[in-house]
C-alpha cells in the first residue's frame, strides 16, 4: 500500500459501522414513534454513508485492488461475502437516494414501502463492510 493511504482502510470500516448503527437506532427509533429522532438519525447513516463512498472510491483509485492474501478455507468465505457484498452495494445507492427522497417530499406510505426493502440490504452491506475489513486488513494480516 502506497505511504499515506493506510488511513482509509479503518476509516472506511469505521464509517460502515456507524452507519449500521444509525440505521438500528433509527430503525428503533420509529417503531417506537419518535419520528424526528428516526429523521436525525437517518440523515446521519446518509451523511456517514455518503463519506464512506466518497472515502472508498479515493482509496480505490489511488491504491487498486487489495487481494485476500490466504489460499485457506477463509478465502472462500471472504469472497463469498464479497460477492454479496458488491451486488448489494451497487443496488443500495438508488434505493437509499428514492428512500430519502420520498421521506423528503413527505410521501410517508411510498417511503415505508421502499424502506422494507432499502432497511435490510443497506443494513446488510454496512455490516460485511466491517467484516470484509476485518477479513482482508487484520485476520488475513496477522
Avoid at 421502499?114 to 487484520?138: D, E, F, H, K, N
Wanted: positive net charge.
Amino acid at each position: 500500500m502506497p505511504a499515506g493511504y493506510e488511513v482509509f482502510p479503518p476509516l472506511n470500516a469505521t464509517l460502515n459501522g456507524a452507519s449500521a448503527v444509525l440505521l438500528a437506532t433509527g430503525h428503533s427509533l420509529i417503531k417506537r414513534g419518535n419520528m424526528a429522532a428516526h429523521r436525525a438519525c437517518m440523515l446521519a447513516a446518509v451523511a456517514c454513508s455518503t463519506v464512506f463512498l466518497a472515502s472508498y472510491l479515493w482509496y480505490h483509485a489511488h491504491v487498486g485492488s487489495v487481494r485476500y492474501p490466504l489460499h485457506d478455507w477463509t478465502r472462500t468465505l471472504y469472497l463469498c461475502i464479497l460477492g454479496t457484498h458488491t451486488v448489494m452495494a451497487a443496488t443500495i445507492v438508488p434505493m437509499v437516494i428514492g428512500t430519502l427522497v420520498l421521506a423528503l417530499r413527505g410521501r410517508f406510505e411510498r417511503h415505508r414501502s421502499l424502506a422494507r426493502w432499502t432497511y435490510p440490504i443497506w443494513m446488510y452491506v454496512s455490516v460485511t463492510g466491517v467484516i470484509i475489513y476485518l477479513m482482508l486488513y487484520q485476520w488475513a494480516r496477522a
